[in-house]
């Protein structure tokens, strides 16, 4: 396996990379992904991951690969009126981010026309965990993901006590509800997208999640349960951009691509999360 370090921002770097051999397909993952800044800052966000995105889906077309697997986001539905989301339930986002990679997938319908790029879009509701390897995580700099921030109070690796933020939510008790998805599984659904575009002719989109949804101080329980050690916090004001639920349906991955999550328990994913954040 070979590693080309290029940004999608510079055309020639993408063309000089799918010139050096054919390609099958192209899985994307990059982007710019933090909420909060993408609120601050939407030019950042809609140049890197519009023009960015869309660089890259150009220079495939004139090169003729035709497979596509994007990496959306939960974000693309905004704040539902729902509790469990389907693909069908309504687009509308609500900040830069969410936004600029719904453009994406709106872009995508108009390659499939014209160059019969065929995509897959993941919605990936809240990824965590971690691979035994340790080199697939959920780890960023800064974070702002609840379980890595959680952990991350716990080993020591920051002196910052967790914030937890928004108590005053229209949910059982007042914290935000999410869908916790194991890294592993989101890998094992993007193989089995290449198998689908392989054997089918058109587009689609799907949503990753477990379909179960855990509150802030429910995610904190389970911590607490599984590492055996207290999570203090600090209860601090909403933040920009936070819906109250995001949960998935995804009986279409389930029925379509026969994807089958296997780390249904929350408790599971922590484990793995806990066993590289506490090395
Ligand atoms: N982590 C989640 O919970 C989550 C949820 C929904 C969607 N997603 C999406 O999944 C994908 C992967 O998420 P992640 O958490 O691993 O993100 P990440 O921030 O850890 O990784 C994104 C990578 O993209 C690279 N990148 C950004 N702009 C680039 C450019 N112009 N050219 C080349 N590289 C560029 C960054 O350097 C970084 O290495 C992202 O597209 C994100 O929007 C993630």
New binding site residues.
């Given amino acids: 396996m070979k590693l080309i370090c ?4 510079d055309k020639t770097a993408i063309d000089s990379c799918l010139t050096q051999e054919p390609f099958d397909a192209v899985m994307h ?5 933090i909420i909060n800044d993408s609120i601050n800052h939407p030019i950042k966000y809609y140049e ?1 991951n519009v023009t ?1 995105t869309f660089n890259l889906l150009d220079t495939m077309a004139r090169h003729g690969v035709q497979k596509f697997v994007f ?5 693309v539905y905004g704040s539902p009126n729902t509790t469990t989301i389907l693909e069908e339930t309504a687009v509308n986002p609500t900040t830069p981010y969410g936004a600029s ?1 719904w453009m994406v997938e709106r872009m995508l319908k108009d390659f499939e026309i014209a160059h019969n790029i065929r995509s897959v879009a993941f919605r ?5 965990g971690a691979d035994q390897s340790g080199e697939i995580v ?1 780890n ?1 700099d800064p974070e702002t ?1 609840l379980i890595p921030n959680i952990l991350n109070s716990l080993s020591g690796k920051t002196n910052k006590k967790l914030s937890l933020f928004g108590n005053d939510y229209p949910t059982p008790d007042g914290t935000c509800i999410r869908d916790y998805i194991h890294v592993n599984d989101i890998c094992k659904a993007h193989l089995s997208a290449l198998d689908y575009l392989q054997n089918n002719e058109h587009s689609d989109c799907f949503n990753i999640g477990n379909g179960t949804g855990f509150s802030v101080l429910e995610v904190i329980t389970a911590v607490e349960k599984v590492t055996v050690k207290k999570v203090e916090y600090n209860i601090q004001g909403r933040r920009e951009g936070d819906p109250a639920i995001l949960v998935a349906n995804s009986d279409k991955l389930k029925q379509k691509l026969n994807w089958r999550p296997e780390f249904t328990e929350l408790e599971q994913i922590i484990e793995t999360a806990w066993r590289y954040h506490s090395r």
Avoid: I, R
Wanted: charged share 15%.
């Fill in positions: 290029g940004d999608l921002l993952f990059s982007a710019l992904s890197n960015g990496s959306s986001t939960a974000a990679k990936y509701f809240n990824a965590d959920e960023h993901h």
